[in-house]
């Protein structure tokens, strides 16, 4: 289908279609009581994660153990292993001679999964590059979007928070309009760039003039610390302004969802209350993710030749 | 005079061997600083140019057929950084001169951002003597404007310009000088030794942590940008001071639409401003960071088009005075890394006329002319280099010969320089250098170097 997952750009809304059908169909596997399919008997998988990481690292490696894939964890601080000398390339051509099938990176540095295809013969999965690309979080959340609304196309999808450091937000951005939704970017000017309107989005500083049009508001993590930097004066100031409450809940439409890629800072982007709702898809999220990666590594190692997944 | 005493104190220590000098016959002989622009010979005799005729008679003299080749004056280069003292495993000052050697140079100014800075005199004579002593080109050390390069307190800056490195151009370069105060009061002390102030227009506060040009293409690559601003900012305030102080301000490797048009109006103002930009700057844009490419990671960055354009536009009307390269060697382990750990800097010298002629000539933006002005007549007077950036007879033959029209492609494993960080690997440029003679002894002969004691 494609070697490698490095950008959404590279998807077309068939491509996106078939990840999420494939997806839709390994899915049921997990309710199984052998929760084991043999596809990716013999392969291996490697997860080499230059940046700290719970959730997306699990995510991947039992999505490779459920396909019955050799998993290999690698986790390395950047910084750290820049100074003790073994570098990036070098770390690259020790995974390829001991014949990895699949590299699924996490890199602080934008661009890494990109430098490191180049590099290897192996299959590349971005798992988070820098600020630039989360593509299995989008197709994650995508997925979760089809759920609850069958179409995307027509859909208002506000995106809340900070996008300029976010990798989630451009790979959201691209993938739902690639899929035909209204993309809504909503923040502080300081964490909005304008040139985000050229990836086909709107820009809005205003939560509450978009929140009673939204069919998802997806609310993207504001970490701590930009207050410290100076792109607003207070966490409080965002809250109020920006953070998803129980106050802007009730003005939105009944069936809207509340998304999150997770992890939340409860009391910043998002109220405690508004995280629990039955409207907030977040552990959907979580257990959809798992599916999209199994769909992936599924397509993109081969499985897909051996037979039907059914 | 001034200029015989700097021919002689920097012949070149090998010998001629027997011969006594070159007739370069039938070239297109272009020398912007005389207006002169036809079809001739050039007699190098006795290491100056003797004469430049019609059709003069070699005598017993070596005969070089120039024929459809232009003879210019060597190039002068105002911004090389050689890596020594400190990293001599990436460029030393001899594999520098033959690099500027081979690229058509007879003159190379070297940034003081080595390792110790040159912010002594001790320094900058060392330097220059290794110059002397690689023979190629002449070493023309810059000096720092701050020791240690941080802004707070000045170097020995008189002991640089008194010293036998002659130094007169200084400069923070590398990182601009953050403070006006600091810059005030260097550019005041710089007027008593006739010194250049000459600044890497960043705004730190700015620009802190950017890895490449702020515009679409950071936001859509996820990188922390430079805005145009962090240069503007910092040329607007040098001008202000230039014109308060009187001092004389040369502003490198400018890159924005803003710092040309803020040049353009300080010099119709007669602000004692000159400025530079470099290949790469008027070659390429930020798309060439779309694949991550460490090699085309440069302070300052490679902007989007309305830039290059803009810089294209001042170097084709003159607000640009010169043409330079930014020379900045690194080891092949520091830039074959993750994108946001490489170091910024790319290798020049030895593309610099191709791209020039590819770019700017072929293109129509600038005469064979204006080209040969940019690349060796400004540099040499800004610096105040009297044997170099003319073909005045009677002066030292400093001489390039090149042929316009030659295609190539860049290969950096033949490059002369210890480092191959470049973006323009397989890049097809036209224009090569044929012969280059600096002092009147050939440095390249057919495009290889010569005359070189490894």
């Known amino acids: ?100 099938d699949a590299i699924v990176v996490r890199h602080g540095s934008s661009g890494a999964p990109l430098q490191l295809s180049r590099w290897v013969k192996a299959s590349v999965l971005n798992a988070g590059d820098g600020w630039h690309e989360h593509p299995t979080q989008a197709l994650l959340d995508i997925f979760s979007i089809r759920e609850h609304f069958k179409d995307l196309s027509g859909l208002n999808v506000a995106i809340a928070g900070d996008v300029l450091h976010s990798r989630v937000a451009r790979s959201n951005v691209k993938g739902l309009v690639t899929m035909g939704a209204n993309v809504v970017l909503v923040g502080p000017p300081t964490l909005i760039p304008i040139q985000a309107r050229s990836w086909g989005a709107e820009i809005s500083y205003d939560l509450d003039s978009v929140i009673e049009d939204v069919d998802v508001c997806y609310l993207l993590r504001v970490q701590k610390e930009r207050a410290t930097e100076q792109l607003f004066p207070s966490n409080r100031e965002y809250a109020a ?36 709702l039955p409207r907030s898809i977040v552990l959907d999220q979580v257990s959809n993710g798992l599916a999209i990666r199994m769909s992936l590594l599924y397509l993109m190692l081969g499985g897909a030749e051996e037979g039907d997944v059914s | 005079m001034s200029g015989s005493q700097q021919a002689r104190s920097t012949s070149t220590p090998f010998a001629l061997g027997g011969m006594s000098g070159y007739l370069l016959k039938g070239g297109r002989v272009v020398d912007p600083s005389s207006g002169v622009d036809a079809v001739g010979d050039l007699l190098i005799a006795d290491r100056v140019i003797a004469e430049i005729g019609d059709s003069i008679d070699p005598g017993s003299i070596e005969v070089i057929d120039v024929s459809g080749l232009v003879v210019a004056p060597g190039l002068v280069d105002m911004h090389t950084h050689v890596r020594e003292p400190g990293r001599e495993d990436e460029e ?40 002397r002593e690689a023979g190629l080109v002449q070493v023309v050390p810059a000096g720092a404007l701050s ?22 151009l200084f400069t923070d370069d590398g990182k601009g000088v953050q403070s006006a105060l600091f810059a005030r009061r260097a550019m005041e002390y710089l007027i008593a030794f006739d010194g250049i102030y000459a600044e890497h227009c960043e705004d730190e506060s700015l620009a802190l942590g950017g890895q490449m040009h702020e515009g679409e293409r950071s936001i859509a690559l996820g990188m922390r940008g430079i805005p145009a601003e962090a240069e503007e900012l910092m040329a607007a305030r040098d001008v202000a001071l230039s014109r308060l102080t009187g001092c004389r301000l ?14 353009r109006r300080a010099k119709s103002e007669g602000v004692p401003v000159t400025c530079e930009a470099t290949p790469h700057h008027f070659t390429l844009t930020d798309e060439a960071l779309e694949g991550y490419d460490p090699n085309a990671k440069v302070n300052p960055p490679l902007r989007s088009e309305d830039h290059r354009d803009a810089v294209i536009a001042g170097l084709a009307d003159g607000t640009i005075d010169a043409i330079a390269t930014d020379h900045a060697p690194h080891a092949i382990e520091e830039k074959d ?118």
């Open chain 2, 92 to 131: 030393t000052i001899a594999s520098a001169a033959r690099a500027a050697a081979a690229g058509g140079y007879t003159a190379i100014c070297t940034m003081p951002n080595t390792d110790p800075v040159a912010d002594t005199a001790s320094v900058v004579e060392k330097v220059w003597a290794l110059g």
């Open chain 1, 241 to 276: 302004n920006w953070g998803l409450d129980s106050r802007r809940v009730a003005k939105m439409k009944p069936d809207a969802l509340v998304m999150h890629p997770g992890p939340m800072n409860r009391g910043v982007e998002i109220s405690a209350d508004v995280s629990e």
């Open chain 2, 250 to 263: 040369h502003l490198l490797h400018i890159s924005t639409a803003g710092t040309v048009e803020l040049v």
């Open chain 2, 337 to 454: 890394i993750e994108f946001q750990y490489a170091p910024p800097g790319l290798v020049g010298l030895e593309t610099s006329l191709a791209l020039t002629l590819t770019e700017l000539f072929h293109k129509g933006h600038l005469s064979l002319s204006d080209a040969i002005e940019r690349l060796s007549c400004a540099p040499a007077r800004i610096l105040g280099l009297p044997d170099h950036g003319t073909l005045a007879v009677g002066g030292p033959a400093n001489v390039v010969v090149f042929d316009p029209d030659a295609s190539w492609e860049v290969d950096p494993h033949l490059f002369h320089s210890l480092s191959r960080n470049t973006p323009f690997g397989g890049r097809k440029v036209t224009g090569r250098v044929v012969h280059t003679f600096f002092n009147g002894n050939p440095t390249t002969r057919d495009s290889e170097l010569v005359g070189v004691s490894v």
């Open chain 2, 147 to 168: 020791k240690g390069l941080v802004g707070e307190s000045m170097a020995d800056i008189g002991e640089m310009a008194r010293s036998v490195a002659r130094v007169r």
């Open chain 1, 1 to 100: 289908m494609f070697k490698h997952l490095l950008s959404m750009d590279q998807l077309s809304a068939d491509d996106i279609t078939r990840v999420l059908d494939t997806a839709e169909s390994l899915r049921q596997v997990t309710d199984r009581p052998i929760k084991k399919l043999p596809t990716l008997r013999g392969r291996t998988v490697c997860n080499l994660f230059y940046e700290a990481s719970t959730r997306t690292r699990i995510s991947f490696e039992l999505a490779a153990k459920r396909l019955s894939a050799d998993v290999i964890n690698f986790s390395a601080d950047s910084k750290s292993s820049v100074a003790k000398g073994e570098s990036f390339k070098d770390t690259a051509w020790t995974l390829e001679a001991m014949g990895v």
